[in-house]
């Protein structure tokens, strides 16, 4: 009844003229000017191509009705930075729990879905240091055999990490001597590739 009665209350002001204008006046100033940084935002935390429209028009409609949240003593790009990526995240686990209750008893197709298997953490949950608790032995005993900088950057990706995030991280570490993203691509590509040579579709480990 509570969620009702605050349901009701957001649909009366959001028909407010007064707020309107002021969300209106807001999103000028503040998102408007950033669109080309909030679709690329967009593009890089969605897990596939054909989301991004759907979710950039998700974030946007997600700033328009926040907009009077944002602390004009807080750095914009930060703010609009943390507020895409969060949204489009949780667009996506949504995306995929939805998936997963409807084809519960789909074969799976590839390799990169036994990835997201549903015992796969949130994207903040998992990392390179227990990555272990999630996976069954024959992916792991792939895992295993990968290269350490490979897999640690398949790793980060599968947590929900941007590239440039896994760049800085792998920096931090040593294991890259600059913020390179094209590096990571590299390294992602090569561990893929070592997956499906190990794997079957189904995520069972290919018999020598």
């Known amino acids: 009844m509570e969620n009702k009665i605050h349901s009701a209350e957001r649909s009366e002001r959001d028909l407010d003229p007064a707020v309107i204008k002021k969300r209106n006046e807001l999103f000028q100033q503040y998102v408007v ?20 429209e759907e979710n950039y028009n ?4 997600n700033f328009y009705r926040g ?28 995306r995929y729990r939805d998936k997963e ?14 990835l997201s298997a549903p015992d796969k953490p949130s994207a903040n949950l998992m990392d390179v240091t227990n ?6 032995d024959d992916i792991l005993w792939v895992l295993d055999k990968m290269k350490p ?9 599968e947590a929900g990490y ?16 600059s913020h390179n993203v094209e590096t ?16 079957t579709r189904d995520g069972k480990r290919k018999m020598d």
């Open 184 to 199: 990571v691509k590299s390294r992602l590509y090569l561990a893929r590739q070592f997956m499906k040579k190990y794997l």
């Open 58 to 61: 998700e974030v946007l409609i």
């Open 149 to 157: 900088i490979h897999r640690d950057a398949l790793m980060l990706q």
């Open 33 to 52: 000017p950033y669109f080309n940084m909030v679709y690329k935002l967009t593009m890089e935390y969605s897990w596939d191509l054909s989301h991004v």
């Open 162 to 177: 941007s590239l440039k995030e896994i760049a800085d991280i792998e920096y931090e570490r040593g294991t890259l001597k």
């Open 67 to 94: 907009i009077e949240t944002y602390d004009p003593n807080r750095p914009i790009r930060t703010w609009l930075h943390i507020v895409t990526k969060r949204c489009v995240l949780e667009l996506e686990r949504k």
């Open 131 to 136: 990555y272990r608790d999630f996976y069954n």
């Open 101 to 114: 209750s409807k084809n519960c008893d789909r074969d799976i197709e590839s390799y990169e879905e036994v």
